[in-house]
T-cell receptor
Framework: NAGVTQTPKFQVLKTGQSMTLQCAQD?????MSWYRQDPGMGLRLIHY???????DQGEVPNGYNVSRSTTEDFPLRLLSAAPSQTSVYFCASSYSAWESLFTDTQYFGPGTRLTVL | AQKITQTQPGMFVQEKEAVTLDCTYD???????LFWYKQPSSGEMIFLIYQGSYDQQNATEGRYSLNFQKARKSANLVISASQLGDSAMYFC??????????????FGKGITLSVRP
């Protein structure tokens, strides 16, 4: 089990460029989410998905798009990067209500450090 | 109003002593879950402990315990017998709503813990 994987680990973009942050999990988790972490702000939810084909916005969705075509993958797209999107991005996944666990504990990937110049 | 409040400044503790990290929360939902995560300097988010709002007993996981005071809306993390490897940032987080219906987490801003030899 690789758990939750994220690529790349580091990325530098110029303002206006686009890119996709990849996230994959091999635990058959139905719930996946993206957070950004900024100094002094904790983690804030960007987008989340409760299953393949279903996505919804979190607290700070502007400037980001997501899709969930498979259970395993949940990519995050920046269509036109801005310096305000400089941050550390974390992907997380957890069990759904269909599993026999009752904590919904989210397991995080190692993060992607993004700098937008 | 903030949903998760972590107001302690950087905390220091002597190795082998116990330390309490404070967390207060705000929700009107009767069903919720409280989580603590550890983020060492390497950056990954490590799940430590979970407490459900209907759990009768305080959660414990090895050297970690959660002092859950529902009426005061506090969920303090207690680390017993501190080790040098406990030096990290610690985040309190909350899931509002019953398990499986909504896995979105709201995070506090974190507390930095430094363990002195």
């Amino acid at each position: 089990n690789a758990g939750v994987t994220q690529t790349p680990k580091f990325q530098v973009l110029k303002t206006g460029q686009s890119m996709t942050l990849q996230c994959a999990q091999d635990m058959n988790h139905e719930y996946m989410s993206w957070y950004r972490q900024d100094p002094g702000m904790g983690l804030r939810l960007i987008h989340y998905s409760v299953g393949a084909g279903i996505t919804d916005q979190g607290e700070v969705p502007n400037g980001y798009n997501v899709s969930r075509s498979t259970t395993e993958d949940f990519p995050l797209r920046l269509l036109s990067a801005a310096p305000s999107q400089t941050s550390v991005y974390f992907c997380a996944s957890s069990y759904s209500a269909w599993e026999s666990l009752f904590t919904d504990t989210q397991y995080f990937g190692p993060g992607t450090r993004l700098t937008v110049l | 109003a903030q949903k998760i409040t972590q107001t302690q400044p950087g905390m220091f503790v002597q190795e082998k002593e116990a330390v309490t990290l404070d967390c207060t929360y705000d929700t009107s939902d009767p069903s919720y879950g409280l989580f603590w995560y550890k983020q060492p300097s390497s950056g990954e988010m490590i799940f430590l402990i979970y407490q459900g709002s209907y759990d009768q007993q305080n959660a414990t996981e090895g050297r970690y315990s959660l002092n859950f005071q529902k009426a005061r809306k506090s969920a303090n993390l207690v680390i017993s017998a501190s080790q040098l490897g406990d030096s990290a940032m610690y985040f309190c987080a909350m899931r509002e709503g019953p398990t499986g219906a909504n896995s979105k987490l709201t995070f506090g801003k974190g507390i930095t813990l430094s363990v002195r030899p």
